[in-house]
């Protein structure tokens, strides 16, 4: 139980954040939305959150707190976690505060532990009303791997890292399964709430909060729904202090509400780029060999044997199982936009994907633009002597590889110079 | 011999007359699968690449004897055509279909508890068992009946690794493909099982990834109770924490999903471990000769 548990805290102490510079907690499989839309869609489910609202300048943020009337808190609205200590929540006694806060955080990037050294853009912050607390608690719920079941969890470990909190004190962290055929039970609310060593009405308010939780993250399709802190006031009232929901990126066409949430800004740059282009599995990574592979298993392999001999991909790309030559072309033009590049890499296994049609598309690439590095090809499978014979009759220039390894050889020797 | 699939496989395919379903079913009739039935609701009655459709699963079923489906039925109605499976009491059930949302396959799997239905994926590749049966997408013609089970994550790199194997002359009994999903209907701890009770098995290569504590469980598997040698790549070393690559399960969510957890434990389990994917199979030929 113990040892699950850990396994699941490692999960969410990871879920929408990236230790390592070149992926910044940006956008990676499952939709993220800000702050202040978590709040407003869990408010829609009568989940208590602060009074506040989002202001895009200075001048909305001095009103807001005017309207607010009180001694408010000023939070920079990015995707990475990590803003306190990074300095992106600030607080203001009155409405002149408040705009000189918002100013100092609106088009700004804020680097946290999350974001990597280039930070992510700041053009929104939450205003809200400053809350008293007396304790600082955790709420979650997530699907588990193991059982294949929603999951709800609670810890009186709120607003520190919780998977901190899973590896020192683990009895303090309790977890309730739910079968969705009859969805989150009161005695499930009890037992957490005594869990959390919450008494009186607080238990029943807690219980009131944790089934709205649950009907949201069933109905938006979430694949995290996250309250950390939940407080209590010193008017021993509950409330959401901070709100994380991420989505479920193959439910998205039933929820084109939450579609629109999404804030490319936040996201990597070469990443919306890709997708733009019909390139749906493409992530950026810190070297200089472009890759293009079909198949996400075989791409992971190739950028491992690209770093076994001795190179660093700048990325992993899956071009999928599409026989069309319009998404090899898009791919080349990922690869020469991106100044990083110095050869290009690419390893088709045929099966759903045939290899002539690959063959073409770098055909096509080669006469749509100028390809200005060293391009190492290795083909496999389906209709393999066909799209051998389309490259070599095309006339351009690359560099065969005969199978798996030597590919990544020669494409880490290109790199590097030391290759035709 | 093999597993989950053979001879004696009687196969419907759910989904057939769309154009995904089409073109691996002539893929999967050439290979020398029986076909025994098609469904699309609203097709039934007709014939489609020669197999009767079916409105149904359960009318499938009860017209052909089939005893296994694949499924390529478009994710928003996969789930459905899984459920659907089950509830007609289908053996096995392969689901190649990529993209189904996990609440979906929440319920799927609360409604498998307890019921004989075995899934395969979804978001898998398929089964082959040379020369036998294949029900899946696959390439057939790099596949060798022989004694060696493949069990992956993965459609492409399992086909690398499969060529690795024939073009050494080693033969696979079955080649499992358990899909790239967070929550696939097996795991490996399922396929290990079968491939332990198989008797032409005589060695597993196991092909993991990044993400989710499935290796992990296999470690303990192969530790307490394979007697078999299982040979191991997990790939995804280079991928960086908190993003997904491709597969909807291959994304490492902390110290567990990571690749090097997943080698430390199947390595203190006595796998051997293979450190660079284009060896496998020599590596598998290594295993093989030391019995």
């Given at each position: 139980m113990v040892a699950v548990l850990k396994t699941v805290f490692a999960f969410l102490a990871n879920v929408g954040s990236n230790p390592t510079p070149s992926a910044s907690g940006k956008q990676g499989g499952n939709l993220k939305i800000h702050e202040y839309q978590a709040k407003a869609l869990m408010a829609q489910y009568g989940i208590p959150v602060p009074r506040g609202r989002v202001a895009s300048t200075p001048a909305e943020a001095r009103e807001i707190a005017a309207e607010i009337g009180c001694q408010v808190v000023i939070k920079a609205q990015v995707y990475a976690g990590g803003r306190g200590k990074a300095g992106g929540i600030k607080t203001a006694n009155n409405p002149e505060e408040a705009e000189k806060a918002a100013s100092q955080l609106i088009g700004t990037k804020l680097v946290t532990h999350q974001t990597g050294p280039e930070g992510a853009p700041v053009s929104k912050v939450l205003v809200e009303e400053a809350s008293d607390v007396t304790r600082e608690l955790y709420l979650s719920i997530l699907v588990d791997g193991a059982s294949h079941l929603p999951m709800m969890i609670s810890s009186e470990a709120g607003g520190m890292d919780i998977e901190e909190a899973a590896q020192s004190s683990p009895e303090r962290i309790f977890r309730s399964d739910i079968d969705p055929a009859i969805s989150f039970q009161p005695f499930q609310g009890r037992k957490l709430a005594y869990g959390l060593n919450l008494g009186g009405g607080q238990v029943v308010e807690v219980t009131r909060l944790m089934t709205s939780l649950y009907k949201l993250f069933i109905d938006k399709d979430c694949s995290l729904a996250e309250i950390n802190p939940m407080v209590i006031t010193t008017d021993e009232k509950l409330l959401a202090l901070d709100a994380k929901l991420n989505f479920d990126d193959n439910a998205l066409y039933r929820h084109k509400d939450i579609q629109e949430l999404q804030d490319k800004e936040q996201e990597e740059p070469l990443e919306i780029q890709a997708r733009d282009w019909g390139i749906n599995n493409y992530v950026k990574m810190d070297g200089d060999i472009g890759c293009m592979v079909n198949g996400a298993g075989l791409a992971m392999a190739v950028n491992d044997l690209i770093q076994y001999c001795g190179g660093r991909a700048a990325n992993f790309l899956d071009i999928g199982t599409l026989n069309n030559t319009e998404r090899v072309v898009n791919s080349f033009k990922m690869f020469v936009a991106d100044a990083r590049i110095r050869a290009i890499l690419v390893n088709i296994f045929g099966g759903m994907a045939r290899v002539d049609v690959i063959a073409k598309g770098i055909v096509e690439a080669y006469q749509q633009m100028n390809v200005p590095f060293p391009v190492v090809i290795r083909l496999a499978g389906t209709n393999l002597e066909e799209g051998r014979r389309i490259l070599a009759e095309s006339g351009i220039s690359f560099i065969e590889a005969k199978d798996f390894y030597d590919v990544a050889n020669k494409a880490v020797k290109a790199a590097k110079g030391v290759m035709e | 011999m093999s597993i989950l699939v053979d001879k004696n496989t009687r196969l419907l395919v759910q989904g057939i007359t769309g154009s995904e379903g089409s073109f691996h079913t002539q893929r999967c009739i050439e290979y020398g699968s029986r076909i025994v039935a098609g469904v699309t609701p609203g097709k039934g009655g007709s014939q489609h690449l020669g197999v009767p459709v079916f409105n149904t699963v359960e009318k499938a079923i009860a017209e052909t004897g089939a005893n296994a489906s694949l499924m390529f039925v478009p994710p928003a109605f996969a789930a459905d055509g899984i459920l659907e499976a089950i509830a007609a009491g289908m053996p096995l059930v392969v689901c190649i279909t990529e993209g189904i949302p996990v609440l979906d396959m929440v319920k799927v799997h609360r409604y498998l508890k307890g019921e004989a239905t075995r899934l395969i994926g979804p978001n898998c590749p398929g089964v082959i068992s040379p020369g036998e049966c294949k029900a899946g997408i696959?390439?057939?013609?790099?596949h060798l009946p022989g004694s060696v089970g493949v069990i992956s994550r993965s459609g492409t790199l399992t086909y690398d690794v499969v060529s690795q194997l024939t073009s050494l002359g080693i033969g696979q009994s079955t080649c499992v493909g358990i899909g790239g999903d967070a929550l696939p209907g097996s795991t490996f701890v399922d396929i290990l099982e079968l491939f332990e009770e198989d008797?032409?098995?005589?060695a597993v290569v196991l092909i993991g990834e990044i993400g989710g504590t499935m290796e992990q469980e296999a470690a303990k598997f192969i530790s307490h109770k394979m007697t078999k040698p299982v040979v191991v790549f997990v790939a995804g070393s280079t991928a960086p924490p908190g993003k997904r690559m491709g597969h909807a399960g291959a994304i490492i969510t902390g110290s567990a999903g990571k690749a090097s957890e997943k080698i430390k434990a199947l390595s203190q389990a006595e796998a051997t471990i293979v450190p660079n994917p284009s060896e496998v199979g020599l590596t598998t030929k290594k295993v093989l000769e030391t019995l």
């Open positions: - | 696959m390439v057939g013609g790099i008797q032409d098995t005589k």
